[in-house]
């Protein structure tokens, strides 16, 4: 997200520090920046590279302080700096819908070109062979959470029998919309979604979603009251080995423990029909690792 200061000292210092972010001088693009935020104190978006600039640099004290300047001034929340913060040890994790939906705004043109391409992101693909292998076969009707360019229904294809989506950024939904996949996209919360949809599904399916998410909770248990008997529910999450239920990690999205994923799953009245440890793609040239997880009701 770009945002301007208005300000062109203050925006060419800008342009200058991340030019010394992009050849690993991270210490300078910090410097810089603050001596830009000296020039426009209130530049929400500034505050936040310099708290980018700052953790990457190894300056938590620095980057903390400017989260909480980011935290001050960004009503909207699309910043997302409750997250940055509940990252580095600051206060609970918690959804940032209007975070999520600006930053996929902003992915939504390059999104399948980086991460297919450059990220090798395959989760759709894994989630379809998990679902086969639970002996799902056919769906009449279809739910995609978080249904993102749709990269899930082109995996899914005519198993999805009537396929409808749900995602919080419109411009993502544009993407999808152009597959002329879809029966059916709504913009807006994924448990809304599901409270609201009018038909029980045979299938619903949420792939890297989840990690926007969050506590499993209410999410699972809007699912479950929206599946036909012996529907399935399949999901992925970004997986940590901690005694944390879930965690925010740098990348800003949740990581989730396996036992209490699976523990929620329960508690939603589902049953676990299979757990799939993986790889969902990659991440600054390291694997993320993953879970893809088959329920029924």
């Not at 810089?32 to 980018?52: F, I, K, N």
């Not at 959804?95 to 090798?120: C, K, N, Q």
């Not at 999450?237 to 036992?259: K, M, N, Y």
Request: proline residues 4%; contains cysteine; hydrophobic residues 50%.
């Amino acid at each position: 997200m770009q945002h301007s200061s208005g300000d062109l000292t203050a925006d060419r210092r800008a342009s200058y520090a991340e030019g010394l972010a992009r050849d690993g001088d991270k210490a300078g693009a910090a410097d810089l920046m603050a001596q830009a935020l000296e020039l426009v104190p209130d530049w929400t978006a500034g505050w936040s590279l310099l708290a980018r600039y700052a953790q990457d640099a190894g300056d938590r004290d620095a980057a903390i302080a400017a989260w909480q300047e980011v935290a001050d001034r960004d009503a909207a929340g699309v910043f997302g700096a409750p997250l940055a913060l509940a990252a580095l040890g600051i206060g609970s994790p918690v959804a940032a819908p209007r975070y999520v939906a600006a930053l996929f705004d902003d992915y939504a043109a390059r999104f399948e070109t980086a991460l297919v391409g450059s990220l090798r992101y395959k989760t759709p693909d894994m989630l379809v062979d998990a679902l086969v292998a639970s002996g799902f076969a056919q769906a009449r009707l279809t739910y995609d959470l978080g249904c993102g360019t749709g990269l899930m229904g082109v995996a899914l294809g005519a198993r999805a029998g009537r396929l409808e989506g749900v995602d919080l950024s419109p411009r993502m939904l544009a993407e999808a919309r152009g597959k002329g996949l879809y029966a059916r996209l709504s913009e807006g919360d994924l448990v809304a979604f599901l409270s609201e949809a009018p038909g029980a599904a045979d299938l619903i399916v949420a792939a890297d979603v989840f990690n926007y998410v969050g506590p499993l909770d209410p999410v699972l248990a809007a699912a479950a009251a929206r599946l036909a008997p012996g529907g399935r529910l399949a999901f992925s999450l970004e997986r940590h080995d901690g005694p944390e239920p879930l965690i925010v990690g740098e990348s800003l999205r949740f990581a989730h423990q396996t036992a209490a994923a699976e523990a929620a799953v329960s508690r939603a009245g589902l049953t676990l029909l299979s757990r799939t440890d993986c790889v969902l793609r990659e991440d600054r040239g390291q694997p993320v690792a993953g879970v893809l997880l088959i329920a029924t009701l």
